[in-house]
Nanobody, 121 residues
Framework: QVQLEESGGGWVQTGGSLRLSCAAF????????MTWYRQAPGKERELVSQ????????VYADSVKGRFTISRDNGKNTVYLQMNSLKPEDTAVYYC??????????????WGQGTQVTVSS
């Protein structure tokens, strides 16, 4: 029932910007903190940023602080990630997810398709 649809990825040169969106369906969106993750080739999935259920609290990985901004619109059931000053190290598939038991299906965390971000040097 939970459905997560990431979009907004693409190709950009170093220093450019992208805005990712994650549309969420099938749960009470406003009750859950939401998180952006990414997975680069040959690396494990890592947390990029997280926002509280109300949008009043945010956290960022050290590698993206000052460059990325997470936000949410509970009326649209959507989470955003504004990415500025992009670096080649940001190249990865980006995923969003909810933080809570509803994010797990049959004991495993549910993941959407993700959206590819490629930053050229």
């Amino acid at each position: 029932q939970v459905q997560l649809e990431e979009s907004g990825g693409g190709w950009v040169q170093t220093g450019g910007s992208l805005r990712l969106s994650c549309a969420a369906f099938g749960f009470t969106f406003s009750r859950y903190a939401m998180t952006w993750y990414r997975q680069a080739p040959g690396k494990e999935r890592e947390l990029v940023s997280q926002i509280s259920s109300t949008g009043g609290g945010t956290v960022y990985a050290d590698s993206v602080k000052g460059r990325f901004t997470i936000s949410r619109d509970n009326g649209k059931n959507t989470v955003y990630l504004q990415m500025n000053s992009l670096k080649p190290e940001d190249t990865a598939v980006y995923y969003c997810n909810l933080e809570g038991a509803l994010g797990y299906v049959s004991g495993r965390r549910y993941w959407g398709q993700g959206t590819q971000v490629t930053v050229s040097s």
